[in-house]
């Protein structure tokens, strides 16, 4: 049976996501892999550190829209509430609370994540550690119903509903000592207090953490860095904007943030990794799962263009080949609905512009399906028509002029093939570069 990859991630706490795992979860949205949050309390217990007015509602009811407008940044895309209340800081009042999680039966709330488990089928589960990351009750406890919700998942006896799900990789997030010590040492030299005092760093004084040696995976996340602080600036509440996590500038940042750590529970871990689904496999084929493996090959980027009766016309295309040497033949891909397939198909004529790094608006612009039609959508941009009337991108990496050979049929695309008749390889710049949904720039050895 193949499933969409899917990444759950278990949180006590509104705030917890975004802080701890905010990266890897924007960084999953955009590859395509369906992400879920479960929080197991609403943070009753929380603090307006900010001093927001809160108007009539209580803290809880606007954590909650903290945590939903924190989501949305991230790209999540099911959320689920565990149901309990904050259990408060270690040795407070609130430990007491009869529907506090830290009281709550460990079955009982295990049974009610198992069946989330059962419903949503992650190949990937992260959570707290076993000590609770910093040792807050809710932290603890909710490594316990993981570990438990993990047994329940998978025992065809359990009285969970849905059918039976054991759980591929579980993970739980992780600081490992050597960052600590890099950030610490990043914000004393840029003048910034640390939140690991004004000393050196000393992990024997740190109550949290993992040595290096214990990090099993490491996820970068600098791409998303701008979503995940923005996510947490969203829990205004509990992260003022003064804060720690808010206000550390530049490279600090990168360090700060822009790397997530975990540590493999299970399977136990045989090498270090990069990537969370890592050796997954048995994925379901659909449109989006497509896309997002496609996602993982870099592509140059190219404007196709052509003419018909004397109106121009150009769209962004990334799916463009070589066919042949001899005679010299490339292929493109475009819809085969589109204005292009049409007008290619008419004119029997069309030039292939491949981009620079400096091209990426050219390309967005081309992409854009709200884009006016004829010669307005070139505004702007510097062209030169060939005799046969044909436009091509005047500052372009390269480019050929073809002349239709022969339309293929490709599903939902038309395969087209074109004869070169005429090519150059225009200016010397690096190519512009389409990766994960974004564009990069070529980095030479």
Request: hydrophobic share 45%; with cysteine.
């Amino acid at each position: 049976m193949t499933v969409p990859l899917t990444l759950l991630c278990v949180h006590p706490h509104p705030d917890d996501e975004s802080i701890a795992c905010g990266g890897v979860l924007a960084a999953s949205a955009d590859r395509g892999i369906r992400t879920v949050v479960v929080t197991c309390t609403g943070g009753e217990e929380g603090e307006n550190l900010a001093g927001i007015d809160l108007g009539a509602d209580d803290l809880a009811t606007h954590r909650e829209r903290e945590l939903a407008a924190a989501l949305d940044v991230l790209g999540v895309d099911a959320r689920h509430q565990l149901g309990y209340r904050d259990s408060g800081m270690a040795g407070s009042d609130a430990n007491a609370h009869p529907a506090s999680f830290h009281r709550a039966d460990l079955d009982e709330a295990a049974a009610r994540l198992a069946g989330i488990i059962r419903s949503e089928r992650p190949q990937v589960v992260v959570c707290d550690d076993a000590a609770g990351t910093y040792g807050h009750p809710d932290h603890v406890k909710a490594h316990q119903v993981v570990a438990r919700a993990l047994e329940l998942a998978e025992d065809p006896a359990a009285s969970v509903d849905g059918d039976v799900w054991p759980v591929p990789k579980w993970y739980v997030h992780a600081l490992g000592h050597g960052r600590m010590a890099q950030m610490h040492s990043r914000l004393r030299a840029a003048g910034l207090a640390s939140p690991f005092g004004d000393g050196d760093f000393d992990e024997a004084e740190v109550p949290f953490g993992v040595p290096d040696a214990g990090i099993t995976a490491e996820v970068d996340v600098h791409g998303v860095l701008d979503r995940k602080r923005a996510a947490m600036a969203a829990h205004r509440s509990q992260i003022a904007p003064d804060s720690f996590f808010l206000n550390v500038p530049g490279d600090a940042a990168g360090d700060a943030f822009g790397v997530e750590q975990f540590v493999r529970l299970r399977p136990p871990p045989n090498g270090f990794e990069t990537d969370l689904f890592a050796g997954v496999t048995g994925v379901e084929v659909t449109s989006d799962t497509f896309r997002a493996v496609l996602g993982q090959f870099a592509t140059g980027v190219t404007v196709l263009t052509t003419a018909r009766d004397g109106v121009p016309h150009g769209m962004t295309v990334n799916a463009f080949a070589s066919v042949s040497l001899a005679p010299p033949l490339v292929l493109v891909c475009v819809e085969r609905d589109s204005t292009m397939s049409a007008m290619i198909t008419a004119s029997g004529l069309f030039a292939v512009s491949i981009l620079g790094s400096e091209h990426a608006a050219i390309s967005t612009r081309f992409a854009d399906g709200d884009r006016p039609s004829g010669a307005a959508q070139f505004a702007g941009v510097p062209i030169v028509t060939s005799a046969s009337g044909v436009p091509r991108l005047a500052d372009a990496l390269a480019w050929l002029e073809c002349r239709l050979e022969a339309i293929h049929d490709g599903g939902d695309h038309l395969i087209v093939v074109g004869a070169v008749e005429a090519l150059s390889p225009g200016i010397a710049t690096e190519p512009l570069l389409f990766f994960r949904g974004g564009y990069g720039r070529f980095q030479p050895s």
